[in-house]
Each structure stands twice: as C-alpha cells, then as structure tokens.
C-alpha cells in the first residue's frame, strides 16, 4: 500500500473513532490555516446512499434534562410545546440530496421517546417548522414555540456548572473535558478537547495507534459494514467517550459507516462546527447500544 493510500485509509478511521477530536479542533483548524485538514467529497447523485428516516425514534433511557436549565421561566405564549419537548442538538444529514437538509435530536417527555427529525415532519399535532443551529422552531395549530440548546443562551445557562445535575457515581469532568450525564450519554468541552487533538498531532506514533485501533468488519458480501475497536493506544481517552474492547461502530448520527467517504463527510461536518450533537450506535456483545454526545 502507498503511503498516499495508507493516509487516506488512517483519515477515514479517525473519523470514525475521534468525532469528539474533530469538533473540538474545529476552530483552531480553521484559524490557523483557513482549511480543513482533509478534503471533503461531496455526495456522489449516483451513490447508494441510505437516507436518514424522518422521525425516528431513539432510545428514552437517555437523559437530556441536564442540557438545558429545566427551572428556567418560559414565555406563557409557548408553555406547552416548551414543556412538552427538549432540544438536545442538531446536525446536517448526509445522503438526503439536498445541500443544507439538518436535523435535530428531540425528547418528547410527553411520550417518553427520543426522535430525529427533519423540517415539516410531524409528530401528531406539532410540525416541526424550522431547524437551526441552536433552535428548533415548532407549531401547533396558531400556536409556535422556539426550543434552544441550554447551552446557547444567556438566560438559560447562567448557572449551568451549579444546576447540571451528575450521575450517581460519576467522578465529574475527566481529562478531555467529557461528563456523564446519563447511562450513555456525554457532555464534552470543546477547549479541553482541542488541546487534546493539538496533543495527537505533535505526535504522529500516537496518531498511527489511534488510526491502526479500528479494524473494518465486513459481511457476507465482502463489503464494509462496520468497524471493530481493538485497543492499540489511547485506551484513556476510548474510556472517557464511553467505548469498551471489541465495540462496533455502525452509525454515527443515523449514517451508516460503510466508506471512507462517509468518514469524511462526517469529520468535515464536525471540523466546520456544524453539527452540536452526535450519536455513535454502535453493538456491545451482540446488542445495539446507542451513545449520545454534545460540546460546548
């Protein structure tokens, strides 16, 4: 293999195991030399891509109630929706056919489930009518509520660090700026994580082992359907992001990993600081466990 190829094929595995590397670094990428560290390719129209399926429902033992302010006082014009649905993140679809299709992760505390969805999909009466960065416009009937990231307002946040509440047990925030808020669920800090990254690149055997850490797993046809963690390096921050010896990663955000370029894809989306929120569903022992991250 040439050394061209055998890069091409380590970026395509860093995009699978490090997205919280990737988003972290976002911005001191791009500060400092005005591009990305990878090119982007864009989605080929003759490509079988398989599209996100709009709603879908998540798993309800994740816990978002800790990413926003659950105290903090709600127009009475938008009481309702505001009480009935919380915003985890959002995040910009690969496949759909459209340059700007993105998505969001909602809690439906009403019916208990977790859903992707997409602009003008339904969910019963409520239609979801715009999906921002860091807000989900909603409707029902005259009725419109705007759902924010607990992290991106002033008013909703001031005393985040006080009131998030931790899960029994945990230690608090580790070395990458990583804190567990649920069974499967993560809130990381973007600066902690960009100094990890910085740390990776000044050292490219440590990059190797990061790389050379995730075997392809194939199927009957040969093709890629996955990749398998075998621990070669980095063991500390595997742990910290929640993944075990032998874990699956299948899908990330509802795109399945199949191709270096849907790797690339999804590092671009989280290098561009795009995307707030990701889900990595990935089998443990022969079941599907979901994890879910944000950063700030």
């Not at 759909?96 to 602009?119: W, Y």
């Amino acid at each position: 293999m040439t050394p061209d190829r055998r890069y091409a094929t380590m970026l395509g595995r860093l995009a699978l195991i490090l997205p919280l590397i990737a988003v972290g670094a976002g911005a001191w990428i791009l500060t400092t030399t005005g591009s990305l560290p990878l090119p982007l390719v864009e989605p080929s129209a003759s490509a079988a891509l398989t599209p996100l399926p709009a709603p879908c429902e998540l798993s309800a033992s994740l816990d978002w109630s800790v990413l926003r302010n659950e105290q903090a006082q709600t127009p009475a014009a938008r009481d309702a929706l505001s009480r009935r649905f919380r915003l985890a993140g959002t995040f910009f679809a690969y496949g759909s056919g459209a340059d700007d299709t993105r998505k969001a992760v909602l809690h439906d505390l009403q019916a208990a489930v977790q859903l992707i969805v997409g602009e003008r999909d339904r969910m019963g009466d409520v239609e979801v009518v715009r999906i921002l960065d860091d807000r989900v416009i909603l409707r029902r009937g005259v009725e419109e509520a705007e759902l924010w990231l607990g992290f991106s307002r002033a008013d909703e946040n001031a005393a985040d660090a006080e009131d998030d509440a931790a899960v029994e047990g945990d230690a608090g925030e580790n070395a990458f700026g990583g804190r567990k808020t649920g069974e499967h669920s993560w809130v990381f800090q973007r600066a902690a994580l960009q100094k990890y990254y910085q740390e990776v690149l000044d050292d490219p055997e440590r990059l190797v082992r990061i790389f050379d850490s995730m075997k392809a797993v194939r199927g009957t046809d040969r093709r890629i359907n996955g990749y398998r963690l075998d621990i070669l390096g980095e063991g500390e921050f595997y742990h910290a992001a929640g993944m075990r010896q032998g874990d699956v990663v299948r899908k990330v955000n509802g795109m399945n990993m199949t191709s270096r370029r849907r790797a690339e894809f999804f590092i671009g989306e989280f290098a561009r600081n795009r995307a707030n929120v990701f889900e990595m569903e990935i089998e443990r022992g022969g079941q599907p466990v979901k994890l879910t991250y944000q950063v700030r």
